[in-house]
């Protein structure tokens, strides 16, 4: 939908944005940053498209605040087949609303939304960093800082076993209170080729973890930097999927309720050390309880695991063991990164597919919808 580019209206008295489907969260922050205004909610890539951001219901850093993307979103137009665009909003078509922010883009086509922006002072980020040594610290990390700041996330390595499993670095930041109102426009590095074999295997993921978790101080460290190596830090490398060679990689994200979280993260991470089959990227945080307008929103009040693993045959039986234990812990997976959930697993974590189902445009499908609920 790239096509549909242009910006419609904004208000930067009221810090709304009306733009088309195929205009890009980066694009939108090249316009509002500099009049004092940032995304409410972004995820860690600013390539996606305000239609993609819609149809995953996708989340960030500060779900414990201010909850999905969808929360933010004050209407949007919906294209359906034999119907023409829908003005669709709370009180407007609430129904095609609702089923749209999460929707996985089959109840028509997003034409064009209208989001709402917080307010800014400055484009940098004031953070406090610090590593900690298993998982258990990490949930005390997360219980002392998270409702402290607007920004909470965690790095994880996954390859850690035995009294150290669980062990990362954890950060939390706020929009700084002074400084300039700048955009990145960095150069960006680039992988210029694919690789025949993946450049992630085991030898190197231990290597990189073990210097990471190094790296990082073992006291809580405050620092400023710019608003973009904090929120997407692998947009700086374009084209970084290609050191995962030809075969790719698969993403697994999964969230577990609070109730058992602690003991159950516990869990996932034994069973991937257990595999030998590491993720570079394993990203660990705590969601709220801000419910979502959309019907099949993924952030449950719990904690999220997000990690990704080179395409092997070995995937599937991992994927198995960390399937049945999310299925037993209450837990459900992100739809918008799956390839291989279960229509049994889909069914039971997101019941009101049916009534998606029941609302989906005729015309449209997809691969996942086809397997998920067949």
Request: proline share 5%.
């Amino acid at each position: 939908m790239r096509a549909l580019n242009r910006f419609i209206q904004v208000d930067w008295q009221q810090g709304t944005v009306q733009a088309e489907a195929g205009v890009t969260l980066a694009e939108i922050l090249a316009i509002s940053i500099p009049q004092g205004w940032f995304l409410s909610v972004t995820p860690g890539t600013q390539f996606a498209t305000l239609g993609g951001a819609i149809a995953n219901d996708v989340h960030g850093k500060n779900h414990h605040l201010r909850g999905t993307f969808g929360n933010h979103v004050r209407r949007l137009g919906l294209l359906r087949h034999n119907e023409g665009v829908l003005t669709c909003s709370p009180t407007e078509h609430p129904e095609f609303y609702t089923s749209t922010i999460g929707g996985l883009g089959l109840t028509g086509i997003i034409v064009w939304a209208e989001i709402q922006l917080i307010p800014i002072r400055t484009s940098q980020i004031d953070s406090t960093v610090v590593r900690f040594g298993n998982l258990g610290e990490f949930f005390s990390l997360s219980a002392e800082l998270d409702h402290q700041h607007e920004y909470s996330v965690a790095w994880i390595d996954c390859l850690a076993k035995g009294t150290q499993t669980g062990r990362g670095v954890f950060i939390v930041g706020d929009h700084a209170r002074y400084g300039s109102l700048e955009v990145d426009e960095r150069a960006k590095l680039s992988m210029p080729l694919t690789p025949p074999v993946s450049l992630i295997n085991n030898l190197s993921l231990q290597a990189f973890n073990n210097m990471y978790w190094r790296v990082h101080p073992a006291q809580s460290t405050r620092k400023r930097g710019d608003y973009e190596p904090f929120f997407y830090p692998l947009d700086r490398i374009l084209h970084w999927n290609r050191i995962y060679g030809r075969r790719g990689f698969q993403q697994y994200q999964c969230v577990i309720p609070d109730a058992v979280a602690e003991v159950v993260m516990h869990e996932l991470l034994e069973a991937i050390a257990d595999s030998g089959q590491g993720s570079f990227l394993a990203v660990l945080k705590r969601c709220g309880n801000i419910a979502s307008p959309g019907l099949l929103s993924f952030p449950l009040p719990g904690t999220s695991l997000a990690l990704d693993f080179p395409q092997k045959a070995d995937l599937v039986r991992l994927f198995a063991r960390l399937d049945a234990i999310v299925r037993e812990s209450g837990g459900r997976l992100y739809p918008a990164k799956d390839a291989h959930m279960t229509g049994g697993d889909f069914r039971k974590a997101y019941p009101a597919w049916e009534r998606l189902e029941a609302l989906r445009d005729p015309s449209l499908n997809s691969h996942f919808w086809k397997r998920v609920t067949a």
